[in-house]
């Protein structure tokens, strides 16, 4: 009965549905004995949004630290590639680069890397999954997963203010509901007295 009363006419391009607004409660509750059910639909869609956008602020706040992640690493690939063509071009002795590496917010460290492996780069993918790419696939990759990211962070981030915008439509009609019904039986109480 609550996909009925809450039949949405609109939704946004992800499919969320538009929260109604409620002008006149006598179009939503047709009699007093129907309030319950009603009241408590507009409920269980005002508490679908507010998960729905604290799923949505996860996927901002997770997007937001991976963007700069990626940021990162794909400076160190450029920056590989770089001396790597540097390198071909000079005919110096030296077998080794040294680097300096970010073990956490706080702790960098330095790296010894073999010229003649900084050919390849190994990217973590998540899931406690490695692969090794060629620097030139690393880096089309790290464009790629940047491009997605952002994209996939301002979809985000339009969906909330959508979700936010319904749960004050929502609140709003719960109020409406709520005081309605008090009228109502304050109305009652004194013709009956």
Known sequence: MSNLILKPTKHNPRGIPEAPFI??????????????????????????YKFMMESKENTVKDLKRRVPGLKDNLKICQMLKSKNQNDDDDDDDEDFIEVNYKLNETLYTKAVIKKENMDKVALFLGADIMMEYSIDEAIELLKEKIKDSKKNLEIAQEDCEFLRENITTMEVNTARLYNWDVERRQKERKESD
């Open 23 to 48: 002008e006149k409660v006598e179009d939503y509750v047709k009699s007093p004995q129907e309030f319950d059910q009603v009241f408590q639909a507009f409920q269980e869609r005002l508490q679908q």
